[in-house]
């Protein structure tokens, strides 16, 4: 990288020196703010050393990253921002520029090829951003945390409580593995193109003890419950596929059958589950 070696490089730079444009089909916003890239970089950085960074476009976050000494590995699925990548940080060898998809990325394989636990951070494509944040909550055990960007509507959903419109089966499966934070909210024009949302950076730490064990009973209860989220318990239970087994599974865990799953705490769904385990 050229120019003040403290700034980060600004996507608008790069792509009139790679004749690129956004690509809309890969939900390319790049974040152009340097304080908010600082920022992020900080968050991250105090988790651990060991980063992967998800989508690093045309590598603001992975510059401002490296200046601040740990290993990142960037995994990008546009093959155009590859190459601007591996040109521009061609001199570090404390990154590996990979291609492929991040929904798809093996988190516990790279953790065991450092021998360490890792970091994740990025912002996040919008069409992706479920599968990567399932993909985080799967891998909890070989992450120290994670600083992502997401849209807002995701960061409302991640911090929802439980009988609001945003809570729903994404809060719960996070929520359940993770503490969520709000590190700092971003306005359209913090980014180009200029989206038509706003954005928010979230830090999610692992729980020490998580509220619940993601097992496959609990896994089915919580989307039951939401898939059918205006329907009565008994009802979403019900379609489990077993009706005596879902009236047996609420009454031991004390849960009256007429509410709602949305207004479920993360606790009453682990104790559901683990009935459902039992009522069989």
């Known amino acids: 990288m050229t120019g003040n070696p403290s700034a980060p490089p600004d996507a608008r730079d790069l792509l009139r020196k790679y004749e690129l444009l956004p690509k809309r089909s890969f939900s390319q916003n790049f974040l152009i703010q340097p304080g908010a890239i ?18 690093p476009g045309l590598g603001a976050l992975t510059y401002a990253l490296l200046e601040r000494g740990p290993r990142v590995l960037a995994v990008e699925l546009d093959r155009d921002m590859v190459r601007v990548l591996r040109e521009e940080f061609a001199d570090q060898d404390r990154l590996e520029v990979r291609h492929g998809n991040a929904a798809d990325l093996d988190f516990e394989a790279h953790s065991k090829a ?16 479920g599968a990567i944040i399932r993909q ?13 960007m997401v849209q807002r509507e995701v960061r409302d959903r991640l911090v929802a409580e439980p009988a609001t419109k945003q809570y729903g089966a994404l809060t719960v499966f996070t929520r ?31 729980r020490e003890t998580p509220l619940a064990h993601e097992t496959e009973s609990f896994q089915a209860v919580v989307r039951a ?20 087994r879902a009236d047996r599974a609420l009454r031991e865990a004390g849960i009256d059958p007429g509410r709602r799953g949305e207004t479920l705490a993360i606790g009453e769904f682990a104790r559901l589950a683990g009935c459902w385990d039992v009522a069989v």
């Open 176 to 206: 359940a593995a993770f503490e969520v934070e709000t590190v700092c909210r971003l306005r359209p024009g913090s980014f180009y193109p200029a989206p038509k949302v706003d954005s928010a950076v979230v830090r999610l730490l692992p």
């Open 136 to 148: 985080v909550v799967a891998h909890r055990a070989v992450l120290d945390g994670a600083v992502l």
């Open 114 to 129: 450092c021998g360490s636990k890792l970091v994740v951070t990025g912002n996040l494509p919008y069409q992706a951003t």
């Open 225 to 244: 419950a939401f898939q059918l989220r205006r329907k009565t318990l008994r009802n979403a239970m019900r379609a489990l596929g077993d009706a005596e």
């Open 38 to 55: 600082a920022q992020i970089a900080d968050a991250a950085v105090a988790m651990g050393d060991q980063l992967v960074e998800l989508g």
